[in-house]
């Protein structure tokens, strides 16, 4: 006879008069939580309720695509784990920083058992690990140029969500070849592979979802904000996989895998792509004709003057850039608008959008930032492993201190660059402050813990504030360059092109530090003190044209101002 699933069991473990009295208390909480959140709801203007909300599906959605590609950098430190054998003959596992303490972090053990799980059992594991960061980030790379093309040609919502559903399949398929007891590299690698094709969906439309809502005004506060999901999908996913990676690390996969799709799920479900698609009116609209064709969602059955309907459309309407909720009337009625978001004009071509001002120069800048940054993401446990002597799960956990880093530098990077109306100068700077601090991260953490901590924090926002800064706040700007003239459906080819360059970095970081950390994580770091000057590099002609001319190296010679 099977046995029971544990929430039949946990159900049925409550007496009768227990079962009611819980469910006259879950009936009395929900009805009370709709009444309060409907008041909250009547008294918040509409178009804020709609941009707080996209910020926050948003802000989530991209989160748990970092979420589940961080377990890879936990896991590594189980795939190559030893064994020695003890004097009575039995086996005895130790993990890498065990193994750290009596050889240096670049020589492996002579007199080791290796206990790791093949093909990750040889001793050139470091390269065959990198190679799965290198065949996930350069299908990641490659996919992005093509991603914001095509997002521009297709409903963000049903691509989003295509694109997490596939993620989250091939997230928990690499966790598969645990239960299953696969040893192939080949399937590994292929698994990453499509993973990173498929999560290049996401950027690009979260973005220009988020770009459709907010204008230009505090922009680099707002997304130095909202890129903190970042950070924040990095430290969650760092404590899911940590949580399994010593016991079973195919749930390190699985259980991230699951989140994504079920945040695509929501995705479907909720997106609203433009604040054309819903615009809240400042009148009831009482008599709505429900039915679908191919141009409108829905006809008022008032007629509209021929005075409005010959008047172009406001763009802060069409953008609901609302500050400070003032309108007259009462914003609580929804109106569902013509689905026509594109206002006639062809979607721009790849070469058209490399002549905007700024793109090349910035997307060159990325490629060496984020070189740096992803470097980080998937080698940071282990170096911690190596350095600090600590077991696979605490390392996995001090490493979440980058990112936490990373969140307090993205926001730095958004308000003073928003203060200063220089998105570039603001770059330069924390890439230039990044350098030095590179090398004192390699020389003090290995001073102790303490240091280590210290160090994490500091680097990590130091080297996440470009990052963020340029992928978001500037992206968004060039991809509503004056030089458009109104065109919006440049948005998301223009942060295609900016991330995908990026990404090209991002997968050779990895790889290179693959290939060297074998002669010692020193070289690893004189690597990234190397990229983050490139960076600064690419970076001196648009600061210097905004020293001298601000707000031109963005398009942006007066900033925006809500009213």
């Known amino acids: 006879m099977a046995q029971l699933p544990p929430g039949i069991r946990f159900i049925i473990s409550f007496s009768r008069d227990q079962c009611k009295v819980i469910c006259i208390f ?53 795939l190559h784990s030893y064994c020695t054998a003890s004097n009575d003959g039995k086996v005895g596992f130790s993990s890498q920083s065990q193994k750290a303490r009596a050889a240096p972090a670049h020589q492996l053990p002579d007199n080791g058992t290796d206990c790791g799980w093949a093909p990750f059992d040889q001793d050139n594991y470091q390269q065959l690990l990198g190679a799965l960061d290198y065949s996930f980030l350069c299908a990641y790379a490659i996919g992005m140029y093509l991603s914001g093309i095509i997002g521009e040609r297709l409903p963000i919502r049903c691509y989003l969500t295509f694109g997490m559903l596939a993620s989250g399949a091939f997230t928990a398929l690499f966790g598969v070849g645990y239960f299953y007891n696969i040893h192939s590299f080949g399937f590994y690698v292929i698994t990453q592979i499509i993973n990173g094709l498929v999560q290049t969906t996401g950027w690009p439309s979260v973005v220009t979802c988020l770009g459709n809502w907010f204008g230009k005004g505090r922009r680099g506060l707002i997304m130095g904000v909202w890129n903190s999901h970042t950070s924040v999908g990095n430290i969650l996913g760092s404590l899911i996989a940590g949580y399994w990676v010593s016991t079973c690390w195919g749930l390190s996969f699985i259980v991230p895998g699951a989140i994504v799709a079920a945040m695509g799920i929501l995705c479907f479900l909720f997106l609203i792509e433009h604040p054309k698609d819903i615009a809240c009116s400042s009148s009831p609209a009482t008599h709505l004709r429900g039915y679908e064709n191919g141009a409108h969602r829905f006809w008022p059955q008032k007629p509209v003057p021929a005075e409005e309907r010959s008047k172009p459309p406001d763009p802060e309407m069409q953008r609901l850039l609302l500050s400070d909720g003032k309108h007259s009337g009462h914003q609580n009625h929804v109106v569902v608008l013509p689905a026509d978001g594109g206002g006639g004009m062809a979607a721009i071509s790849f070469t058209g959008a490399l002549k905007i001002p700024g793109v090349i120069e910035f997307s060159l800048c990325l490629l060496f930032a984020k070189l740096v940054s992803y470097t980080f993401l998937f080698w940071l446990p282990l170096y911690i492993t190596n350095v600090d002597h600590l077991d696979v799960k605490k390392a996995g956990e001090l490493s979440t201190l980058f990112d936490v880093g990373g ?10 660059s928003d203060r200063l109306e220089k998105r570039a100068s603001t770059c330069g700077l924390m890439l230039l402050l990044a350098a030095p601090t590179l090398y004192a991260f390699s020389s003090i953490s290995r001073m102790g813990l303490e240091a280590t901590i210290a160090m994490l924090l500091l680097s990590g926002a130091l080297v996440s504030g470009p990052y963020a800064l340029i992928t978001t706040a500037v992206s968004a700007d060039l991809g509503t360059h004056k030089s458009l003239k109104g065109n919006s459906h440049a948005l998301a080819t223009v942060t295609a092109i900016i991330d995908g360059t990026g990404s090209v970095g991002a997968a050779l970081g990895p790889l290179l530090a693959g290939l060297i950390s074998p002669s010692g994580w020193n070289n690893v770091f004189y690597m990234l003190m190397f990229a983050d000057a490139c960076a600064l590099l690419f970076l001196i002609r648009l600061i210097h044209k905004e020293l001298s001319c601000p707000g031109s190296a963005t398009g942006n010679q007066v900033p925006f101002k809500e009213h």
């Open 26 to 78: 879950i009936f009395i909480f929900t009805f009370l939580s709709i009444v309060v959140c409907h008041g909250i709801l009547s008294i918040v203007p509409c178009a804020i309720r709609y941009r707080a909300f996209i910020f926050i599906l948003t802000f989530l959605l991209y989160a748990s695509f970092h979420l589940s590609r961080k377990p890879i950098s936990i896991v590594k430190g189980e």
């Open 407 to 416: 969140i307090f530098g993205g926001i730095l990077a958004g308000v003073i």
